[in-house]
């Protein structure tokens, strides 16, 4: 039987608590010069780091250095953000937006869904690993399409010759999940054998198509999840010498070590990579899936490197890393989730009336023209479809830029390509709560996620625990 560090709690008394002391979240202009300053004074809870850092990744807010002391009863944290454009946040509505956000997910936590919004829960989620290969993601879009399935949103990444993607589709019929159990098993079916075509007997893959339901994990998050079952983690590759100055001056790959703090009883965990958007919530996402507490951490980002350190301990008591194989799982699992987000190859972004079968109109001029998607986000934005591919040649050749054109005649709407860094997240309207004023062209946030009036009144009568806002 499991043990754990964190004392038992009745979960009314527990929400009991977190009402009578909600979090405090302070927004401050003032006191650093470059950044935004965010502070939370909070309960503590398992995974309460994972939800703060996701609230604000989810704005699409760059976190350049935080502070994390979460040892007893209550969780303290400082983040250092800025916006795309690296400024401070200066629109009242959206540091407003980030404290509400905030205290709903710590009194609610089932019925925030973050950048996956209330609107995919009426839809149908497939869920795929395998082996990839070139024309994986045309011919799955083609059988989503043949069956009457319309692509809402959706995710894909690609990491040591594996594949994960979370798709969101609904009836073309009629809007909304498709709730026929016997259509739901031939769908599955047609994907499977899709997936099982060109793969090896005994290969590992899997295909679920299943409705969703409030609570679920967060897309992201769940992206995760799938490629750690996958064991894509098993083919990384750890930098040697982590400790090493020489190493760390003269190479920008991923390092990561993991010590013993013998005073303290912690796991001291240092991480040095390449500096991108939503490097934090990577870590800790690992982290908390693979049940390791944080009491301490501190993570800085300076040029174009950043360096995270974080002492921890197993949930479960017990479980340590004393073991050799065990230190070595952490150190791939970690380096494994820095390199998912990782894209590689020609952005091509495309905004058009969204249809059924358009996911595989585009993937089809990818895959006739020889090319390979290593990664995918799309979503909609009202009738629009818009979406960030990012694609290789499969023969290893410069992708021509013309393939924009390609997908536009195929398609219409618009489409570009950009040849900025691979680290550099692409922008989509399915990853983010802000939305696009078309009046003033500026982003404003959206109202969060509620689930009636009834909740909304609740926070309303707590928001004299925010912290002010000093701008």
Known sequence: MDIFYHPHMDREIESLIERIHPPRVCIDNDSCRECTVVKVDSANKHGILLEMVQVLTDLDLIISRSYISSDGGWFMDVFHVTDQAGKKLTDETLMLHIQQVIIFLSLFPLSYHGCDGPHSLQNTALEMTGLDRPGLLSEIAAVLAELGCTVTSGMAWTHNDRAACIIY??????????????????????????????????????????????????????????????????????????????????????????????????????????????????????LTDLHYVVFHAAIRSKSSMAEQEYFIKHAVAGACLDEESERQKLILCLIAAIERRVSHGLRVDIRTKNRTGLLSNVTRVFRENGLSVSRVEIGTQGDNAVGSFFVTDCSGQQVNPNIAELVRQECGGTVFTDHKSPYRVPKSSSSSLLAMDETTNNLVAKPIVSIGNMLWSQIERLSGSFGSIRS
């Open 169 to 286: 589709v609904e009836d073309a019929l009629k809007a909304g999940p498709i709730k026929d159990p016997i259509r739901l098993g031939h769908v599955q079916e047609q994907l499977q054998n899709v997936v099982e075509a060109h793969g090896d007997i005994g290969e590992r893959k899997s295909v679920r198509l299943r409705n969703l339901a409030a609570g679920r994990t967060h897309t992201e998050r769940r992206l995760h999840q799938l490629m750690y079952a996958d064991r894509d983690y098993e083919s990384c590759r750890a930098c040697h010498g982590e400790s090493s100055g020489e190493h760390k001056k003269g190479c920008d790959g991923t390092h990561v070590s993991v010590s013993r703090c013998k005073d303290k009883g912690y796991w001291v965990v240092n991480v040095r990579s390449r500096d991108r958007p939503k490097l934090l919530f990577d870590t800790v996402c690992v």
